[in-house]
């Protein structure tokens, strides 16, 4: 039984794969080299396989300790071994060695296993800990923990591989956030874009505005009234240290000049007539517009950049910019040409969605595509003139879409996206006019109008996030070989308790 599912690994394994010798084999490996998901460039199984066991050493560079400590958690939690982290292993010890300072790119990385121990090498940590997450997925649930032979090289297509979480619509906790970390960062994410502030609520404190979170984050400010909540500052920090070690950068999105609502609802004056709206918990767009010609409209939104650019030592800041419906077309470029270069101010690169590059202001930006067509004149247009893109097609990467008629959570207005359709395109040549050379990556949304728990969370991002992961990282895409992959991994997900959809499309182990 466990030779069949071998066999069938290595055999849609992909084609990059150059050699399946006989003695991988005959190894006792319960996971085929070729088993990774996001699938590595190369794999060569060969040779004798290692076996985890309690006296196995992690050994790594006291600079890398943080990525060995994670190695040793995680493999604390499928073996139960601890295993020791030490700078300099003894003679005899059988080891896993981390070595920075290789001659390779940015998060690549080489792992070779042997029968007397495992190498995993890369420039810095953030290469060794892709290598880890790759480590990870090579070691069987249940013992023995043999880990087939051979050698991976590996590096990503874009530096940028993202998910985000909405946490306006529903609050999610400081906790649910950091699970939700953990999981993707094992598909090599290392950006999760959070979506702080929407019509329902204000979900992240800033000093200078109280009422923002006092108010605009109060019990009841979620969709149907359910939840409410925000992060304090030190709750931020927290998370943006948390994420830091799974090297993960958080990318704020403050959304403006749509999308107000709650802030509008603590602050009456940001309206152009000085009156409250009502608070909103219904899951409309497109009806509030900050005042484009009032001056405390900039003073707020600089206030709210400041503020948000000394959280966070990543490169980007997300400004919004979507469906700006209740704002004029001229009073949407206005308001961008003010606010895009008060990013850049504060030290950050601005980051919006493409409506954003209707002003001249975005062509240092970075725009996040989120269309469902192929052709968008003005996005083309920007990248032109040099904007940046980062690839979000609705109807393609949207994990907040459901995966079909039945599904019983998302939103369904891009259509439906099944686990192949997530899989079956290619941010480099999507739209007309954005050449690979202007994608920076590709990001999965999850925008959370209908989701309350971690659990509804998981249901759509897994295994959604994993096919759009493979798509960031892999240069290839072989939907039978993902097929296979997937379903191999799906008992990982359960031992976790992960609760992810079961897709028909997928043959799932046990
Ligand atoms: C569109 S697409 C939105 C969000 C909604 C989402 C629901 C975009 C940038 N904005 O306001 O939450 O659809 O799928």
Redesign the pocket.
Known sequence: MRITRLAAVLACALPLIVASAPAALAAPAAVGLGSVIPAPIEVHPHGSAFKITKTTVIEAPRSAFDVADRLAEALRQTTGYRLRVVSHAPGHAKVISLRTGARLGPEAYRLSVRRDGISLQARDNAGLFAGVQTLRQLVPLRGPFTVAGGDIADKPRFGYRGAML?IA?HFHTPAEIKRYIDEISQFKVNYLHL?LS?DQGWRIQIDSWPRLTTVGGAAGTGVDGVGGGFLTKADYRDLVRYAASRYVTIVPEI?MPG?VNAAQVAYPELTCDGVAPRPRTD?D?GYSSLCIGKEITYRFVEDVIRELAALTPGPYLHI?G??AHATTEADYIAFQQRVLPLVAKYGKKAYG?NEITQAPAAHNAVA?Y?GLSRENASLAAAVAQGTKVIM?P?NLA?V??KYDPSTRLG?S??GFIEVQKAYDWDPGTHVAGVPESAVLGLEA?L???TLRSIDDIEFMAFPRIAALAELGWSPSRDWESFRTRLGAYGPRWTARGVDFYPSPQIDWAR
């Open positions: 909405d619509r979506h929407d959304d999308h899951i767009v919004g979507d469906e969605w996040q989120w979000s609705a949207y907040d879409q939103l207005w891009a949304p925008w959370s109008e």
